[in-house]
């Protein structure tokens, strides 16, 4: 998808389209391609993502659509460097000029950034055990160990990547950029903690934090 609407004639006629499905189904977001940016693509799409970006944002303004409809790039958190606590957070070396890029036309047109979080990928697979405990993932009252940082205190995985980007974009000078969850979930098959009664742990502990507003340590009272 990425590749086909770097040409501006693609991007047209799909917009055409999307009248159709914004005056009907009240579409807010257009979302150029999926995690672009995963270390499992070798680059695929690092050439093409911005220029898809820029294309359809030019089309949306073109319709006078940019305001009812925004664009944005989900991403993965491994846009993000591996570190063991969000206040040392930045984004990944090798694609720090793209983010930069991104970002700022992002910040340019009023879009907001969109990040995909599994905190059960934090776990890891079924050869590896995980550097954080299985309580860590969900939301409810646990017994482990909170995780410090400086003056911010976390309690679950969701909190502390949130917060990772919210460091990174405030260190790359975008610090009130507005941030949106564009994927999240929880298995329930194919691994040992992939249950559905995790699934339902998860799931519904992710809509209480979301329905409390509480926000994050970095971002406090602020709607998800």
């Known amino acids: ?24 189904c009240g579409f807010r ?27 359809i944002q030019r089309a949306l303004m073109n319709a006078n659509m940019e305001e009812q409809v925004k ?20 984004f990944r070396e090798d694609i720090t000029h793209d983010m930069l890029e991104i ?12 990040l995909n979080i599994y905190p059960f990928l934090t776990l890891g697979d079924n050869n590896n055990k995980s550097s954080l405990p299985l309580d860590y993932a969900f939301f409810d009252p646990h017994t482990s160990p909170p995780i410090t940082d400086g003056e911010y205190t976390y309690l679950n995985a ?10 990174a974009l405030t260190k790359a000078g975008y610090s009130n950029m507005s941030i949106i969850v564009g994927g999240i979930g929880w298995p329930t098959d194919g691994h040992a903690n992939a249950t559905p009664d995790n699934a339902m742990r998860f ?6 934090h979301v ?8 971002r406090p009272n602020t709607p998800i």
């Not at 944005?72 to 957070?89: H, I, K, R, Y």
């Not at 970002?103 to 969109?114: D, I, K, R, S, Y």
């Open 103 to 114: 970002v700022g036309f992002l910040a340019e047109n009023q879009c907001p950034f969109t």
């Open 203 to 208: 799931n519904q502990g992710f809509l209480d």
């Open 158 to 167: 969701f909190d502390a990547t949130y917060d990772a980007l919210v460091v």
């Open 29 to 55: 977001y257009v979302g150029v391609g999926n995690e672009p940016y995963l270390k499992a693509y070798n680059d695929t799409y690092s050439a093409s993502t911005f220029l898809a970006l820029r294309n």
């Open 1 to 24: 998808m990425v590749k086909v609407y770097t040409k501006k004639i693609h991007v047209y006629g799909w917009l055409r389209g999307l009248f159709v499905v914004v005056l009907f």
């Open 71 to 90: 664009v944005t790039v989900p991403l993965n958190a491994d846009a993000l460097n591996e570190s063991g606590t969000p206040s040392d957070s930045v």
């Open 211 to 218: 329905l409390s507003e509480v926000g994050t340590p970095r």
